[in-house]
T-cell receptor
Framework: GQQVMQIPQYQHVQEGEDFTTYCNSSTTLSNIQWYKQRPGGHPVFLIQLVKSGEVKKQKRLTFQFGEAKKNSSLHITATQTTDVGTYFCAGFYNQGGKLIFGQGTELSVKP | GAVVSQHPSRVICKSGTSVKIECRSLDFQATTMFWYRQFPKQSLMLMAT?????????EQGVEKDKFLINHASLTLSTLTVTSAHPEDSSFYIC???????????FGDGTRLSIL
């Protein structure tokens, strides 16, 4: 069935270090979306990638969508304490019309 | 930006009580709303997809008689946890989207605690 795998589960970094989380789908995605959930909060939409090989940037965040539209990554440059939270990728499949969430990567940043 | 309001934010009640949670899209029409359950340190587990004017589609393993969903209008969906028991304690989150491939916008979630 449709499945989205996300690694790593946890990442602890020193402030200023870079961070990357990876997502992989078992089948081709229509699009992939990224969300951030702060501790105690709800997921907040960050970005959506649709095109094969697409790269989008939001300040220190860089999002990539693989050529085969099966994998994606989120890279944060020079992490700050405000980046703390859990980052979820979510793959959208045409079949079924629903988002399948990855397991999430919990990022902690030591000042 | 798109805003989704979810109420109540926290419920504490006795076992056997039924609890109703509301999810409203405030500034857009949501043809589809989703209900998720999230356990601590875990991902969001989709429970059901709610389409306006029709019956909800439940995911495998989710009891439709236990978790009643009503999507009465393009801006409101409700989830009723019937005869709740301690094992139903969890964080329930709704989301809404305007179109099929549009991003989902989440409510603040409801933390349900059954004593």
């Amino acid at each position: 069935g449709q499945q989205v795998m996300q690694i790593p589960q946890y990442q602890h970094v020193q402030e200023g270090e870079d961070f990357t989380t990876y997502c992989n789908s078992s089948t081709t995605l229509s699009n992939i979306q990224w969300y951030k959930q702060r501790p105690g909060g709800h997921p907040v939409f960050l970005i959506q990638l649709v095109k094969s090989g697409e790269v989008k940037k939001q300040k220190r965040l860089t999002f990539q969508f693989g050529e085969a539209k099966k994998n994606s990554s989120l890279h944060i440059t020079a992490t700050q304490t405000t980046d703390v939270g859990t980052y979820f990728c979510a793959g959208f499949y045409n079949q079924g019309g629903k988002l399948i969430f990855g397991q999430g990567t919990e990022l902690s940043v030591k000042p | 930006g798109a805003v989704v309001s979810q109420h109540p934010s926290r419920v504490i009640c006795k076992s056997g009580t039924s609890v109703k949670i509301e999810c409203r899209s405030l500034d857009f029409q949501a043809t589809t709303m989703f209900w998720y359950r999230q356990f601590p340190k875990q991902s969001l587990m989709l429970m059901a997809t709610s389409n306006e004017g029709s019956k909800a589609t439940y995911e495998q393993g989710v009891e439709k008689d236990k978790f009643l969903i009503n999507h009465a209008s393009l801006t409101l969906s409700t989830l009723t946890v019937t005869s709740a028991h301690p094992e139903d304690s969890s964080f329930y989150i709704c989301s809404a989207r305007e179109g099929v491939e549009q991003p989902q916008h989440f409510g603040d979630g409801t933390r349900l605690s059954i004593l």
